[in-house]
């Protein structure tokens, strides 16, 4: 299929792109690597009367360290991210996730905060933003504003985000000194959407483990460490962690595989993270 008709702007400047968006509202979509929201438009799931694209935005394009949190800009590009020498040591859960996030050719094009304002349950890169705790920088033509990654994702693809806003860049707090990170999902391939996913974080007091693919947005859950050992009754923690994350039978996996998933995986990254402690 081919998309409806739309108009297409490419501003100059940010400030000319949220004036477009405010303008337009529900009627705009804004486009930045487009690996979403392109199957969409030919699909005509979406249908928007304007399309601004924000690929070439400078202002956009920033990847920074400040204040202790690595602050990704709305047009850095997965590979960009990826590619970048210190993550490992700013963001290892990220480093570790974003291998599996689509495939190389759709990561020289798919943005960082497009996977997050897309808001798929079982995308990588929102599961390691509610993992480690991080922020979502909304902007419009008023004002701009901060919402913690636990608080943004609402459901499937739906956010808390206005239509006026863009997502302008997320920010992810830095690896403290003294923690583990680890990662694992089951994918129908390597670079599918994952049919369950694994984050987990172990610092000096908790550890907690984040799941996408089974709920419809990604979940996060803490234990307290017992002498610096994961909890002795942990397969009852992750038992109740997977029942309370409902899921549902589809086309890829049954719940209850779902479930076994959680139970095994979550363990396993657990451990990982403790064992990796730096």
């Known amino acids: 299929m081919k998309p409806a008709s739309f108009d297409y702007l490419r501003p100059a400047t940010v400030a000319d792109a949220l004036a477009a968006l405010a303008a337009e509202g529900d009627d705009a979509r804004v486009i930045a690597g487009g690996q979403s929201l392109m199957p969409m438009l030919n699909m005509r799931l979406v249908q928007p009367r304007l399309l601004i694209d924000f ?8 990847l920074r360290v400040e204040a202790g949190w690595l602050s ?31 495939h190389f050719q759709t990561r020289n094009r798919g943005t960082v905060c497009g996977s997050v304002a897309h808001a798929d349950p079982s995308a990588e890169t929102p599961l390691c933003l509610v993992a480690t705790g991080g922020e979502v920088v909304l902007r ?45 999902e089951v994918s129908m391939r390597h670079g599918d959407f994952a049919i369950t996913a694994c984050a ?66 979550g363990r396993t990254v657990l451990e990982e993270a403790l064992s990796c402690r730096r």
Not at 55 to 62: D, H, I, M
Not at 209 to 230: H, S, Y
């Open 140 to 184: 419009n033509a008023r004002r701009r504003r901060t919402v913690k990654a636990a608080d943004f994702f609402l459901g499937p693809l739906t956010t808390v985000k206005a239509a006026d806003e863009i997502v302008e860049s997320v920010r992810f707090p830095l690896a403290a000194a003294g923690s583990g990170h680890a990662f694992r």
């Open 72 to 102: 990704v800009g709305a047009a850095v590009t997965q590979a960009e991210l990826l590619s970048r020498p210190s993550l490992r040591d700013e963001v290892p859960l990220l480093a570790a996730a974003l291998p599996w996030v689509g």
């Open 200 to 265: 987990a974080t172990v610092d000096g007091t908790r550890a907690s483990l984040a799941v996408g693919g089974v709920a419809d947005r990604p979940t996060l859950r803490f234990w307290p460490l017992a002498g610096g050992a994961l909890p002795p009754d942990l397969d009852a923690a992750l038992n109740a962690f997977a029942w309370d994350l409902g899921g549902d039978d589809d086309q890829h996996a049954t719940a209850r595989y779902r479930r076994d998933l959680v139970r095994r995986i």
């Open 55 to 62: 690929s070439r935005l400078e202002e956009l394009r920033t």
